[in-house]
């Protein structure tokens, strides 16, 4: 029997566990067993591990996941895009699995709400086989019906996991908000999907990007991947500062449109003051549920803002988001992102970096050890 390490989320707040699980001896049909290569560390990580989202444990966290395939299963042989599949190609895959046939799958054609969702490294329990349905792992298990992407060799790991599912995740969210030519945008946030919508709105035409944040290091982060402007929360402290801020840079209207990447509810206000009149304004960051703030509704009819909220990403996103890197690896340096790099036996501590802001990207590198 072939067993292999896990970091296992057992108790929300308590220090994830090392386990070892036996490894599947063959996958079956449809199934692809990979070894890991590398895993990030997303800020989701670190409010699943504090039980902000209803989760079924014991869970191997990890849905940001670079490996090599080490067996197929009969009957795959192609990635999502119809690229041939073999042993020993490097693939990542959307965390999602979902089941084609609901409501919202079929009907709506919203893969991200189908009712049977479930996803790798969050809502799949890792205490029965195949056990390895999570990032922090040196095997990775994908069933059936997952959504796999072939990388290309001109494509780093590292781009990859900096990228992380924010890229995939701000793809969506501006895809469903639409940037006009020219726009000047506002992100609030400074953090990996902050700093992917400052790449995604920069692509997809705007004339300027505007990011709110901190720490210094995270902007400065966003000054490398082309922000305009930044304005750091830490020097700029108050809500009417920063609106004032905007305004300057905007002649006094504001921004045609503002991309919530922070989580927490104050900012929501704060970005609807930041909007010009007509203006649109996505609320992207608050995968968790924050809890609630006062707000006037009457700014939205006043400003005639449209209002966007989206949900993960589809695997059609993951696509563009490989696309997307291999096009641009100098423009925006996503594998410069990975800040810090931990063995499995380090996952508390790598979790703990993501935590505390320190680190601009966290990643699990698993030592494998056969016993
Ligand atoms: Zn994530
Ligand atoms: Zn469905």
Known sequence: MTTAKASVLEQFKAPLALRNYEVPSRPEPGAILVRTEMAGICGTDVHLWKGELTIALPVILGHETVGRIEALGD???????????????????????????????AEKRIPTRCVNRRAYGISQPCNHAPHFLGGYAEFHYLKPRSTIFKLPDDLRTESVIGAGCALNTALHGVERTGIGLRDIVVVQGAGPVGIAALAVAKSAGASQVIVIGAPKHRLEMAERFGADHVIDIDQVRTPAERIA????????????????????????????????????????????DAGTVAWNPHIVTRKQLSVFGSWSSEPRHM????????????????????????????????????ASGEATKSAIVPTLRWD
């Open 75 to 105: 009957g795959i042989e192609r990635d999502w895009s119809d690229q041939p599949l073999q042993v020993g190609d490097r693939v990542t895959w959307s965390p999602g699995l979902t089941c084609g046939v609901c409501f919202y799958c």
């Open 245 to 288: 801020a905007i305004r300057d840079f905007t002649r006094g209207y504001g921004a045609d449109v503002v991309l919530e990447c922070v989580g927490m509810p104050p900012a929501v206000v704060e970005g609807m003051e930041m909007c010009r009149d007509g203006g649109k304004y996505l609320v992207l960051g608050h995968y968790c």
């Open 319 to 354: 696509k563009m988001a490989v696309d997307f890197l291999r096009a641009t690896p100098n423009q925006f340096p996503f594998a410069e992102m990975v800040s810090h790099r931990f063995s499995l036996e380090q996952t508390n501590e790598a979790l703990a970096t993501s």
